[in-house]
């Protein structure tokens, strides 16, 4: 992350992902909707703040915005039931899981296709108390998407095939859960391409946004 912009706990250790979340956009990818929630990592090194330039690689014909609702917890979890999972949360904050699409359907893995260096423009974290004053709950929680001010994507929590706290505590119940992880809860469907001079704006209304400029590497 870069100077100015600071999380509001330590790095990361880790971004813990979730595919296919939503059911419209599990069927827009082709896929059925998964049985258990279907985990996998962004390195912090693609963090990247509001303003900070979305870089398409020279290897990829095909990269895409993914707008998500995002968790960042402050006590660890390991192995945690949903309310444990619950009162760990600490902030919410706008992420974009960008994603290079061709890379995604050509390797087994995602870890490329997820991975590369700004790849995951996060807005500014707020915390659980401010939603609270705000009358606001984790359920009530919505995402928009828009590319150059047309609206995208545009999803709510209470639409998420598996809620927050439980994806939390399924997480946890495979690897530890670090102060300051993230964890981002999947993508409404509505999904498309960047291309160069491309602004990408994803919002979580009444709480936190990230707007970033794409260019070409």
Not at 4 to 15: Q, T
Not at 91 to 116: C, E, I, M, Y
Not at 161 to 171: E, T
Request: proline fraction near 10%; aromatic fraction near 4%.
């Amino acid at each position: 992350v870069s100077p100015g912009f600071e999380l509001p706990l330590e790095r990361p250790s880790k971004i813990i992902c979730v595919g296919r979340n939503y059911v419209g956009h599990a069927r827009e990818m082709g896929n059925s909707v998964p049985n258990e929630p279907l985990l996998f990592l962004k390195p912090p090194s693609a963090l990247l703040p509001p303003g900070a330039p979305i870089v398409l690689p020279r290897v990829s014909n095909q990269v895409e915005h993914e707008g998500e609702i995002a968790v960042q917890v402050g006590r660890r979890l390991r192995l945690a039931s949903e309310d444990e999972a619950r009162e760990a949360i600490t902030h919410v904050l706008a992420l974009n899981d960008v994603t290079a699409r061709d890379l995604q359907r050509s390797d087994p893995q995602w870890t490329r296709a997820k991975g590369f260096d700004t790849f995951c423009p996060v807005g500014r974290p707020v915390s659980v108390e401010s939603l609270n004053e705000l009358g606001m709950r984790l359920e009530s929680l919505e995402v928009t998407t828009s590319v150059n001010g047309e609206l995208r994507q545009h999803g709510r929590a209470s639409d998420m095939v598996f809620s927050i706290p439980f994806l939390l505590s399924y997480a946890s119940g495979i690897m530890t859960i670090e102060p300051g992880d993230i964890v981002t809860t999947g993508s409404p469907d509505g999904v498309g391409p960047l291309k160069p001079g491309d602004v990408v704006r994803v919002q979580i209304p009444g709480v936190s946004s990230v707007e970033n400029p794409v260019e070409a590497e």
